[in-house]
Every structure is written in structure tokens, then in C-alpha cells.
């Protein structure tokens, strides 16, 4: 059951520009995008402060602290995922981490089969199906990992695709592939503190770690040698 009656900070640095929001009863208070620079940890906590003081909040009335775990950039999770965990534990307060596929499916206005796609690197894609009703995201399956060219060759026709790594696909399409609005590629932390009220917290604040899915390129590297 959504619970509405929360404060919670939400977080999303998984792409180029973070962003930052902070929900009242569902309601959002604050919202901006932060500069391309604001992923490091020394930016994005100025980012934070600028928003409490925007809401006329103190730290200490955030119920909880929403923030996406993946997939997406390795440098931006490690930093959201750090910054939102440091907070919760010197607040005593909840944190809640939000897959970002769910997020991306979450914000398409849409009726039934969604696919979130997220750039993997290496000519592949990150691929999660949801069943979206009313703004919720039901996951039917997993996270994959697929070549972008058969991804493309696979997806139904009667799925709306959503997700940032489209701006570099879709102009590569060979054929007709449902996509949602440009306005809906990019996930936001005001969707990431929306989903998170009904989320359960993830135990202790260092209880919860970055899902990448994947090792990076310098750990396959040394994997082979």
C-alpha cells in the first residue's frame, strides 16, 4: 500500500545530469537537475542542501532517502548510492533502493507492455519488461543484457519502449518500434521517491550496495589475464 504521508528525498545519478527531488504526500516539493558535473559526491550534497532549503526542510524531517541502484553509470551509482547511504545512517533514517528499468516504465504514459532499455556499453542493451497500470510497474522477467541489433529485431510490435540510450538507437532503427515521448527517456528522482513509498527499506543504511549487472570493462580485462 502506497504510503503517502511521507517526506522522502529521492536521488537519480545514474545519468549525465543528476537529479534530486523531494516529496510531501506524494506530492512533489522540489524538483531540479543538477549540472553535468554534480555526479561527484562533492557536488551532489550541496545539490541536496540547496533543495532542503528551497522546501524550508531540515535533514532531520526526511522520513526517507529514495535513490536508484542500477543499472546505469558505475561512477554515478557508486556516488548515489554512497551519498544517500551516508545520509540515512547519520539521520537514522530509512533508505530505499529503486531499480532504474522500474523507474523508466513507471513514468510512460501508457496501458500495458512497457520495455526500459539502458545503454550496457559494447553494443548491448540493459532490457526489462513491465506491465504498467495506473503508473505502476510490474516487472514480467529480469534484467537482461542483449546486442542492441537483436534486441531491436525482437521487440513486439504492440510494446512502447522507453529509455535514455534510444536518443542514440532510435535514429539506427530498421523498423517500426513503438517509443514513448523524448519527455519520458531520462528517469527522474521525483519517480525514484514516488516508487520508493512503497518500497520496503533495505534494512540497515550499508545494507544496500549499487546493482551493476555486469563487471566493467577494467575488471573483464583483468578477468581474462
Known amino acids: 500500500m502506497l504510503d503517502s504521508s511521507l517526506k522522502i528525498l529521492g536521488l537519480e545519478t545514474t545519468e549525465r545530469r543528476a537529479t534530486v527531488a523531494l516529496l510531501d504526500n506524494c506530492e512533489v516539493v522540489v524538483e531540479f537537475t543538477l549540472s553535468d558535473e554534480a555526479r561527484?559526491?562533492?557536488?551532489?550534497?550541496p545539490g541536496i542542501q540547496s533543495a532542503l532549503q528551497q522546501a524550508q526542510w531540515q535533514a532531520t524531517d526526511l522520513d526517507r532517502i529514495a535513490v536508484t541502484v542500477g543499472p546505469g553509470s558505475f561512477t554515478g551509482l557508486?556516488?548515489?548510492?554512497?551519498?544517500?547511504?551516508t545520509l540515512a545512517?547519520?539521520?537514522?533514517?530509512?533508505?530505499?533502493g529503486v531499480n532504474t528499468l522500474a523507474?523508466?516504465?513507471s513514468q510512460v504514459d501508457h496501458t500495458g507492455a512497457v520495455e526500459s532499455v539502458m545503454d550496457a556499453q559494447r553494443?548491448?542493451?540493459f532490457r526489462q519488461r513491465f506491465d504498467v497500470r495506473d503508473g505502476v510497474a510490474v516487472a514480467c522477467g529480469d534484467v537482461t543484457i542483449e546486442d542492441d541489433l537483436q534486441w531491436q529485431q525482437e521487440i513486439e510490435d504492440n510494446v512502447?519502449?522507453?529509455g535514455p540510450v534510444l536518443k542514440k538507437l532510435e535514429p539506427q532503427f530498421t523498423r517500426d518500434?513503438?517509443?514513448a515521448p523524448t519527455t519520458q527517456w531520462?528517469?527522474?528522482a521525483a519517480t525514484v521517491a514516488r516508487l520508493a513509498a512503497n518500497l520496503e527499506p533495505a534494512g540497515t543504511p550499508f545494507e544496500l550496495n549499487p546493482i551493476y549487472y555486469r563487471k566493467s570493462a577494467a575488471e573483464e580485462k583483468r578477468s581474462t589475464h
Open 78 to 85: 557508486r556516488v548515489g548510492v554512497t551519498t544517500a547511504k
Open 103 to 105: 523507474v523508466l516504465a
Open 160 to 162: 512502447v519502449v522507453t
Open 89 to 96: 545512517y547519520a539521520l537514522g533514517t530509512d533508505v530505499i
Open 123 to 125: 553494443n548491448e542493451v
Open 40 to 45: 561527484s559526491a562533492s557536488l551532489l550534497a
Open 177 to 179: 518500434i513503438q517509443t
Open 186 to 188: 531520462i528517469p527522474l
